[in-house]
């Protein structure tokens, strides 16, 4: 079974500056895909950004980015320049086949004045 | 284009009452999902289906049935209602399988059960 683990519950930024939210997973499937959603207080999901398992290179969407580490199992989120906007819950997520996409438990974010 | 439309928002059942949460969506996909959240946790998968006529479990089908009789519609049904329940409910739809297909999400449900 997968697993998705987001060790930080809460963290804040100052705005402009750039935070990064950890995610770790566990699978023993050799393609899979990686997401990260943001949750606003809207409740509404909102895809981030996206990264398949067999491409090496970073996916980035504007201001936000990956680390995406195969070996060790992990997907981390940058967020540069971070905007109040940017004040949600943050989801990682890894889904191996179509149907089973699993969450870690979030982090909240904060961006601060 | 409405994208994934829920209703009811908000809904306070007392324990033992039956209610369905309903999920439409008007962009023709194939692929419609049940999730739910509970409070400070992620989302976990319910029920799935592929497809009109086609259904299959999640992780955590237990407490719920679905239908799906129409590309459109899929509702949710709860039967018996318990506390474990309480939970916020996301529909969400993809026009095709696989991750490489954007999933987009209602804007949830929110269920108490007392």
């Known amino acids: 079974a997968q697993t998705v683990t987001q060790s930080q519950p809460e963290m804040s930024v100052q705005e402009a500056e750039t935070v990064t939210l950890s995610c770790t997973y566990d699978t023993s499937e050799n393609n899979y895909y990686l997401f990260w959603y943001k949750q606003p207080p809207s409740r509404q999901m909102i895809l981030v950004i996206r990264q398949e398992a067999y491409k090496q290179q970073n996916a980035t969407e504007n201001r936000f980015s990956v680390n995406f580490q195969k070996a060790a199992k992990s997907f981390s989120l940058k967020i540069s320049d971070s905007q109040l906007g940017d004040t949600a819950m943050y989801f990682c997520a890894s889904q191996y086949n179509n149907n089973d996409m699993r969450f870690g438990a979030g982090t909240r974010l904060t961006v601060k004045p | 284009n409405a994208g994934v439309t829920q209703t009811p928002k ?105």
């Open chain 2, 10 to 114: 908000f809904r306070i059942l007392k324990i033992g009452q039956s209610m369905t949460l309903q999920c439409a969506q008007d962009m023709n996909h194939n692929y419609m999902y049940w999730y739910r959240q509970d409070p400070g946790m992620g989302l976990k998968l319910i029920y799935y289906s592929v497809g009109a006529g086609i259904t299959d479990k999640g992780e955590v089908p237990n407490g719920y049935n679905v239908s799906r009789s129409t590309t459109e519609d899929f509702p949710l049904r709860l039967e018996l209602a318990a506390p474990s329940q309480t939970s916020v409910y996301f529909c969400a739809s993809s026009y095709s399988q696989g991750a490489r297909e954007k999933l987009l999400f209602g804007s949830g449900t929110q269920l108490s059960v007392l």
